[in-house]
């Protein structure tokens, strides 16, 4: 069945570093969401890509979708205390309500 | 901002009890979700629902599971005879009819099935 790969699984930086995880897929899906979840807390919506190639931007975050639409990258500039959590890409095959596919996710911890 | 809520926040139960993890989606969205996250793992598919039926199940979704949409309003997961392994965090999500392209899905607080 489908898979959804994510690279690191931990990742411990020093305030101030920058941090990226990659995401891949099996195969090739029609968008690719990624969620944030705070220690203890549930998965939280930051953003949606649906292009081949697409880049997005939200502050220090920037997120990209691969050209093949199997692989993204979420990259945070000049991490702070408050980036701390698990964060996850999660892919759609289709556009019909179906499941949404979670990687394992990348724990990030910062060191203040 | 409208939101998933889920009841109980936490249940502890004893290995072959039934258990009833209640949910209730924003109200404008149509397609219902369960989740679950065993601690430190990743989260896993469980189920979807839409027009009130399945849509869609995982391998984890085996006979102890059931879902259903009594009253227009809740969604909820029933386990059947809980076992030692269903220990985790449950999470329900909802996601409204949306163009394509628009999947976001609008997860709950989840709640935390602890089975002795």
């Known amino acids: 069945g489908q898979q959804v790969m994510q690279i690191p699984q931990y990742q411990h930086v020093q305030e101030g570093e920058d941090f990226t995880t990659y995401c891949n897929s099996s195969t090739t899906l029609s968008n690719i969401q990624w969620y944030k979840q705070r220690p203890g807390g549930h998965p939280v919506f930051l953003i949606q890509l649906v292009k081949s190639g697409e880049v997005k931007k939200q502050k220090r975050l920037t997120f990209q979708f691969g050209e093949a639409k199997k692989n993204s990258s979420l990259h945070i500039t000049a991490t702070q205390t408050t980036d701390v959590g698990t964060y996850f890409c999660a892919g759609h095959r289709d556009n019909q309500g179906g499941k949404l596919i979670f990687g394992q996710g990348t724990e990030l911890s910062v060191k203040p | 901002e409208p939101e998933v809520t889920q009841t109980p926040s936490h249940q502890v139960t004893q290995m072959g009890q039934e258990v009833i993890l209640r949910c209730v989606p924003i109200?404008?969205?149509?397609?219902f979700y369960w989740y679950r996250q065993i601690l430190g793992q990743k989260v896993e598919f469980l189920v979807s629902f839409y027009n009130n039926e399945i849509s869609e199940k995982s391998e984890i979704f085996d006979d102890q599971f059931s879902v259903e949409r009594p009253d227009g309003s809740n969604f909820t997961l029933k386990i059947r005879s809980t076992k030692l392994e269903d220990s985790a965090m449950y999470f329900c999500?909802?996601?409204?009819?949306?163009?394509?392209?628009?999947?976001?899905?609008?997860f709950g607080a989840g709640s935390r099935l602890t089975v002795l």
């Open positions: 999500a909802s996601r409204r009819r949306s163009r394509s392209g628009a999947n976001v899905l609008t």
């Open positions: 109200s404008n969205h149509l397609y």
